[in-house]
Structures are given as C-alpha cells and as structure tokens.
C-alpha cells in the first residue's frame, strides 16, 4: 500500500502523487479567522480533496484549524475519513487519529499531558497507522531552540502498540523528517516552515 502524508499545509495545496491513502495530518486550513477559513474549505479544500487520486483520505484537525472547533460539523462532512480521537479501518489498515497536541498559546485541539495520556490509552492494541497532529517526545518534535516538545505519554504509547507500523503527524514546522523507532517508522509531515511551503509530500509504503 502506498501512502502519501501531508500536515501543516496551512491553505497551500500540493501536488500529490497518486496513492492508496492520503494522509492530512492537521492543519490544512489557513491562517485567519474561522469564517474566513470556512470559506476556504468550500472553494478550495474540498475540490482539492475531490481532485486527489487516492483510494482513500483519512485526516485530522490542528489548533490552527479555527474553524474545525467553531462547527465541529465542518470537516466530517469533506470527501474524506475525518477522525477525532478514534479508530476506522481505511482502505484495510486500522487506524487511529487524534487532532490533540500539548498547550501553548490560546488555541483548541490543545490538552495537558495528563488529559493527553488518557487519550492515548484508548488508541486501541490493533492500531497499524497512528495519525496524530502533536508529535510524541523525541520524535520529530525538536524546535529552533532545540527543546523537545512533544508528548511522553504518546511515546510511550506507540512504543508500545504491538501491531503499529507508522505513525505521522506534524505541529512542529522546523521538525519536518523521518525516522524509525522500533519497527514503527515516523513522519513529520509538516510541508512549511515560517508559513511558507518548503516541503512536498512524504511517501512510504505499508
């Protein structure tokens, strides 16, 4: 199965190749208020969805996606799987998303490291691709200052998921890459850095 990532898109739009699952791994929308974002997603991310080439699209929320938390409504209803803190099977592979990332700032999708390890407790045992917005610690979570940001309860959680095989997420703009811990590999999906597009979509195959 070949899969495309995506995250942080940030109202850019890029060329995908063909795939059979796309992933969006929050923050598609782009900065600004919510209506105007709302309006973005009519006249520019669903077609966009629509036009994708792929056996399937499965994506999350970001804190940066305003208008997601104003009408929770908004992107299930897009031509894609939308998933908030839950499992789906897609395109045969069991996969939990999660739009949840640590606080800072006065932004939504945000939670403490405590709600955070609750959450992950229910990413149940069966999981094969994890897709989250907030990264876990260690993993693509390194900011300009070299602090790591991420989650240790989500860590420890995919570290421990015995049938996982990816995991992707964003957030963290400066962090873009990959990696492999264990037998899971990683992507920081994240396409910009200061807000401008910087990086196409990564690959990989299940």
Not at 157 to 166: C, H
Request: proline share 8%.
């Amino acid at each position: 199965m070949r899969v495309a990532a995506v995250a942080d898109l940030h109202g850019h739009l890029p060329e995908v190749e063909p795939c059979d699952l796309l992933v969006v791994a929050g923050d598609a929308l782009p900065r600004g208020r919510a209506d105007t974002q709302r309006a973005w997603v009519e006249t520019d991310f669903a077609p966009w969805l629509d036009r994708q080439e792929a056996g399937a699209i499965v994506g999350v929320a970001g804190n940066c996606d305003l208008a997601a938390a104003d009408d929770p409504s908004l992107l299930p209803s897009l031509p894609w799987i939308y998933l908030e803190d839950e499992s789906r099977e897609v395109a045969g592979v069991r996969v939990f998303g999660s739009p949840l990332a640590l606080p800072f700032g006065s932004w939504p999708f945000m939670a403490p490291e405590e709600e955070l390890a609750h959450v992950w407790t229910t990413i149940p045992d069966d999981t094969e691709l994890l897709v989250v917005h907030g990264p876990p610690l260690g993993l693509g979570d390194t900011i300009y200052s070299g602090a790591h940001v991420g989650s240790p309860s989500l860590r420890e959680r995919l570290e421990k998921l015995p049938r996982l095989r990816a995991a992707i997420w964003g957030h963290i703009h400066e962090a873009h890459g990959r990696g492999r811990v264990g037998g899971v590999e990683w992507i920081n999906a994240a396409i910009v850095e200061d807000w401008r597009i910087e990086h196409g979509p990564e690959y990989l195959d299940l």
